[in-house]
């Protein structure tokens, strides 16, 4: 992976990129042609940098090889193409569609958190249940915006204190970060994310090649309130056939109880909060 990233830091040069995502994705070239219908001699001229794809033919082997779409604006301009693919600003007027329904979601998914983030775990929008929740165990209102995810659960002063078995969520979390990255890859800004979380104290480097839970149906979030132990596990959903980088790089995590004693206490801290 890291070589992966080494070779994405060079924009003008498609042979090499080509071939990082061939390896990243464990094709060699022969399946790559079967995939795309371009021969594989060439696909390792375009490698070896002397043959130069039409944009169509960029697009098609970015297709087979589930390049996200920011990541395919740089093969296009690596192969002097321009780039196609748009990013607005998540509150532009392009957006509003998506937005509003992404408020209906977080709306019907009350009383029980649920938030909208980036590709790097950044919060962009949370229901009511969210703020009230968190807001039980730390004060939100004193956290940077964009308030970020992993930086909530992982910093002493969030709610590190009061997960139980922390190490174990801790290295979930890290695990998370590799699984549900855009196209399996870990760029230069999540790469600085992972760096941060490991420079908190008591985090074990060793996290980040962890696959404690990859096979996993869910996976577990416990917070400790009073004593109690309320167990929750969570849903991710991502906006089906996206049409620009924003909507591509968008998660929607929605909490749920994972038990019947969970939900009766979870219930009771929120209508206290209420009265």
Not at 75 to 92: K, M, R, T, V, W
Not at 93 to 121: I, S
Request: hydrophobic share 40%.
């Amino acid at each position: 992976m890291s070589s992966l990233r080494a070779e994405l830091r060079l924009p003008n040069e498609l042979g090499p990129q080509l071939r990082a995502w061939r390896d990243t994705r464990g094709k060699s070239q022969l399946e790559l042609s079967l995939d795309t219908g371009i021969s594989q001699r060439q696909i390792s001229f375009i490698e070896s940098g002397r043959s130069t794809p039409g944009r169509h033919n960029v697009l098609r082997l970015a297709d087979a090889l589930d390049v996200p779409f920011r990541e395919r604006n740089t093969l296009l301009l690596a192969a002097g193409y321009a780039p196609i693919y748009s990013e607005g600003s998540f509150d532009n007027q392009e957006m509003q569609g998506v937005t509003n329904a992404l408020k209906r979601m977080l709306r019907q998914h009350e009383p029980f958190p649920a938030v909208v983030m980036d590709r790097y775990w950044n919060v962009l929008m949370t229901n009511d249940a969210t703020l009230r929740f968190f807001g039980h165990f730390t004060d939100m209102d004193a956290r940077p915006k964009p308030r970020n995810l992993l930086h909530l659960m992982f910093d002493p002063a969030g709610m590190r204190p009061f997960i139980p078995d922390w190490d174990k969520t801790a290295e979930s979390l890290m695990g998370r970060v590799f699984r549900e990255s855009v196209g399996r890859v870990i760029d230069g800004r999540t790469k600085e994310l992972i760096d941060s979380l490991l420079a908190y104290p008591d985090v074990n480097a060793e996290w980040k090649t962890s696959s404690a839970t990859e096979n996993a149906p869910v996976i577990p979030l416990s917070f400790v309130k009073d004593g109690h132990v309320l167990k929750f596990f969570s849903l991710v959903t991502t906006v089906g056939t996206p049409q620009m980088i924003t909507t591509q790089e968008l998660r929607v995590e929605c909490m749920f109880p994972l038990d019947d004693a969970t939900e009766a206490r979870y219930a009771a801290l929120m209508n206290a909060a209420a009265g």
